[in-house]
């Protein structure tokens, strides 16, 4: 079955690091973009970032929200990809889905049901 | 940076009806734009990318027109299974962004 499943999600405090994973099945994710999507609760859709294709070397976009707290990689062995997420706010509680770039479409065709990170003391 | 306005942020109908939402970009983005329908507490799904490309399975009551930075999504003749909120996304540049959304509420 081709679908993303995320993971890792969880209560943290704020100031604190977590990482999430999005483990890929019935494709091979490094042969296509990927991003990472959240939304806070009763909120909006948020683009997080994105981590390009092995041909393009993994090189990475993020949202300026991101930038510098967030790095996105990938575990070409695993067919994963991970969101590591430090220096994390109260603004940061959202679901974090993980999606797959359409190629040279961009758009998303593949969503997995999200991780819930809540950041809270 | 895009950003993208969507109106109405919400909006009650009844089913028939025939609905209309807007998606304004702050500068032009040609056809680079994205339409998904999101139910409550699943992920989203795209039904129209390319501002009026209908994807495989979406059903042709769904149609998309637009480009440029003005662009709108057609519901004709809703049906009970289409209330959901609906984003826009703009992906002619990074970051990439999307619309506030619009809430689709049975009237």
């Known amino acids: 079955e081709v679908q993303v499943v995320e993971s890792g999600g969880g209560l943290v405090q704020p100031g604190g690091s977590l990482r999430l994973s999005c483990a890929a099945s019935g494709f091979s994710s490094s042969d296509v973009y990927m991003d990472w999507v959240r939304q806070a609760p009763g909120k909006g859709l948020e683009w997080v970032g994105r981590v390009r294709a092995k041909r393009n070397d993994y090189s990475t976009q993020y949202a300026a929200s991101a930038k510098g707290r967030f790095t996105i990689s990938r575990d070409e062995s695993r067919n994963s990809l991970f969101l590591q997420m430090n220096s994390l706010h109260t603004d940061d509680t959202a679901v974090y889905y993980c999606?797959?770039?359409?190629?040279?479409?961009?758009?998303?065709?593949?969503w997995g049901r999200g991780t819930l990170v809540t950041v809270s003391s | 940076d895009i950003q993208m306005t969507q109106s109405p942020s919400s909006l009650s109908a009844s089913v028939g009806d025939r609905v209309t939402i807007t998606c304004r970009a702050s500068q032009g983005i040609t056809n680079s734009l994205a339409w998904y329908q999101q139910l409550p507490g699943k992920a989203p799904k795209c039904l129209i990318d390319a501002a009026s490309n209908l994807h495989s399975g979406v059903p042709s009551r769904f149609s998309g027109s637009g480009s440029g930075t003005d662009f709108t999504l057609t519901i004709n003749s809703l049906q009970p299974e289409d209330f959901a909120t609906y984003y826009c996304?703009?992906?002619?540049?990074?970051?990439?962004?999307f619309g506030g959304g619009t809430r689709v509420e049975i009237k």
């Open positions: 999606a797959r770039v359409v190629t040279s479409k961009w758009y998303l065709d593949l």
């Open positions: 996304q703009q992906y002619k540049d990074y970051p990439v962004s």
